[in-house]
């Protein structure tokens, strides 16, 4: 079977004053259709950078494009021309970020900014547009939509500008939502509305989701898949109960360490992961997270670990996956 999206030894660097920073290091994965996967990671992991190169929204310069492939629907997304992108962007796959209010215009009518793309790419006329968008605004759980529709977005709360984004990526019926910390910049109990909305129409429409955050709570959720970053690669890969579970690098033990109980009843103190992100300009020979992690071996120092697969879905770039490595077991266990 094709994917829906497929993302093949993807290399970006930025370049600085300070030199070439090496954002993203020969990432691969793929997204099915239907399916959620989310991608975790601290900030500077490469998880943003990740999706705005699907999207085309990596500014060259500062940003190059070192090497890789993006196919989605089978098409090269990485040699795509302006006009090919845009279609893309507006009618097959859609893109939520963090702070709603930089992507929505302050000076239009949000029903406007909804009805634009159903012009655009579906042809609506004006009359038809006005509706759908009036149909979408409701549809995301906004009350009074005819009334919300002729307002501006400073007239709407964070939580409801959310919303609004939410309506404008899936007006068009996309293939595949992107999702950028979503909820990062909204209050907990907003958050979770947010997040109950998206999987509701999610499972409504069968779009497929990449969902980025840096909370595993969220991605236990929501996702069926993960994807874990550091340093600009992808560490781990797996199944979110196979993550949980039988999790495969100490960076992943680290972040599962360092989540509350996920029941959210009693929380567990939070454990931060001692050290600090590596450097991106000159990372380390080995593997990036060796000057973190407790169970460095010498040869971790020296050569990048490759991704060992562990399943057929689960892989990890750590070398004591390797035969010949030390064993060492996940040091706790997560309570349930
Ligand atoms: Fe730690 Fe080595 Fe595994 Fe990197 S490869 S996470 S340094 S044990
Ligand atoms: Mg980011």
Not at 27 to 52: C, L, M, P, R, Y
Not at 129 to 157: D, L, T, W
Not at 168 to 182: G, Y
Not at 282 to 289: A, D, N, Q, V, Y
Request: one cysteine or more.
């Amino acid at each position: 079977m094709n994917h829906l999206l497929e993302v093949n030894n993807l290399e970006i660097n930025f370049k600085t004053y300070g030199g070439e920073v090496k954002a993203v290091r020969d990432v691969s994965f793929h997204v099915d259709k239907g399916e959620v996967v989310a991608i975790v990671g601290e900030s500077g992991s490469g998880k943003s950078v990740t999706v705005q190169s699907i999207m085309g929204l990596i500014p060259t310069p500062p940003g190059v494009i070192k090497g890789g492939s993006i196919k989605f629907q089978g098409k090269e997304l990485l040699r795509a021309s302006k006009r090919e992108m845009r279609k893309v962007k507006g009618s097959k796959i859609g893109m939520i970020f963090q702070d709603p209010m930089t992507s929505l215009n302050p000076t239009m009518i949000v029903g406007k900014q909804i009805a634009e793309g159903l012009i655009t790419h579906q042809k609506l006329s004006k009359q038809e547009a006005k509706k759908k968008a009036i149909e979408m605004i409701k549809q995301v759980g906004i009350p009074n939509p005819e009334e919300r529709y002729n307002q501006f977005p400073h007239e709407f709360s964070g939580g409801m500008r959310q919303r609004v984004m939410i309506a404008i990526a899936l007006a068009c019926n996309p293939e595949l939502l992107i999702a950028d910390e979503p909820t990062t910049a909204l209050d907990v109990t907003i958050q979770a509305q947010v997040l109950e909305l998206m999987k509701k129409l999610q499972k409504d429409t069968q779009t497929a989701i990449i969902l980025i955050t840096h909370d595993l709570g969220v991605v236990a959720e929501t996702a069926q898949r993960v994807m874990v970053m550091y340093g600009g690669i992808m560490v781990e890969s797996a199944t979110v109960f196979d993550l949980f579970e039988n999790p495969k690098h100490p960076y992943t033990w680290g972040l599962l360490n360092s989540i509350p109980n996920l029941e959210g009843t009693e929380k567990k103190q939070l454990i931060p992961i001692e050290g600090s992100p590596p450097d991106l300009f000159s990372p380390p020979k080995g593997c990036p997270f060796a000057p973190r992690c407790k169970y460095a071996m010498d040869i971790c120092l020296e050569e990048m670990p490759g991704d060992y697969q562990i399943d057929e879905s689960h892989s990890a770039r750590c070398w004591l996956n390797d035969s010949r490595a030390p064993k060492v077991e996940m040091p706790f266990t997560l309570e349930k």
